[in-house]
């Protein structure tokens, strides 16, 4: 079963730049999570879809992230325009509705804003 | 509210047992949750306990949930250097959404 994939890698850009982050869920897994992990820290959750869904996106600064999940399957985090605090670890995760919610992460995408 | 709390460092000798705290919050929490990540990789979900169980074993590891103190622990038996990552404490919350602590840094000392 091939994982969560995620790109790219890597990303430097300059701060008031714009950036976009590319994630493919297990196949079939409904739900698909991006969370956000600066240096040091524990993951903070940006966005949670349900299919094509939202089902929280409190923790999401709607100023500048966005991010969408057309027909339920890949997504994009976006940020317009970027600044030197959104340097972190971008992590993609997706979790099937069977049993308890299990979530697989991708690599993740590092992004330094300079 | 949501909030999950552990230490940050742990140091161990090889061989010997490791045992991580988590506090956490929420009492309506479902199941509670031990992933491991490794230098530049993502999250790997080690084990999870769901919350009306006191313990759970798996081969090396052993979870001990106290619910009445909302107090999580993750027991290593015979801890070896490749045990040596950060291991995050998680609770999910309504919706299946999954809130994480800061993360404890194992350390393995030879």
């Known amino acids: 079963e091939a994982g969560v994939a995620q790109s790219p890698r890597y990303k430097i850009i300059e701060k008031r730049q714009s950036v976009a982050f590319w994630c493919n869920p297990i196949?079939?897994?409904?739900?698909l999570y991006w969370y956000q992990q600066i240096l040091g820290q524990g993951p903070k959750l940006l966005i949670q879809?349900?299919?094509?869904?939202?089902?929280?996106d409190s923790q999401l600064p709607k100023d500048r992230f966005s991010a969408e999940r057309l027909k339920g399957v890949d997504s994009t985090l976006k940020i317009q325009p970027a600044k030197l605090e959104d340097s972190a670890v971008y992590l993609c995760a997706s979790s099937s509705r069977q049993g308890p919610p299990k979530l697989f992460f991708g690599s993740g995408t590092q992004l330094s804003v300079l | 509210g949501e909030d999950v709390e552990q230490s940050l460092f742990l140091s161990v000798r090889e061989g010997d047992s490791s045992v991580i705290n988590c506090t956490y919050t929420?009492?309506?929490?479902?199941?509670l949750y031990w992933y491991k990540q490794e230098p530049g990789a993502g999250l790997q979900l080690l084990t999870y306990i769901f919350s009306n169980m006191d313990m759970k074993q798996d081969q090396r590891l052993t979870v001990l949930l106290n619910k009445k103190d909302k107090h999580l622990s993750l027991r290593i038996a015979d801890t070896q250097t490749g045990d040596s990552a950060i291991y995050f404490c998680?609770?999910?919350?309504?919706?299946?959404?999954?809130?994480f602590g800061k993360g404890t840094r194992l350390h393995i000392l030879p």
């Open positions: 929420d009492s309506s929490s479902t199941y």
């Open positions: 879809f349900q299919n094509n869904g939202v089902v929280d």
């Open positions: 196949s079939g897994h409904a739900t």
């Open positions: 998680a609770e999910s919350m309504r919706d299946d959404k999954i809130i």
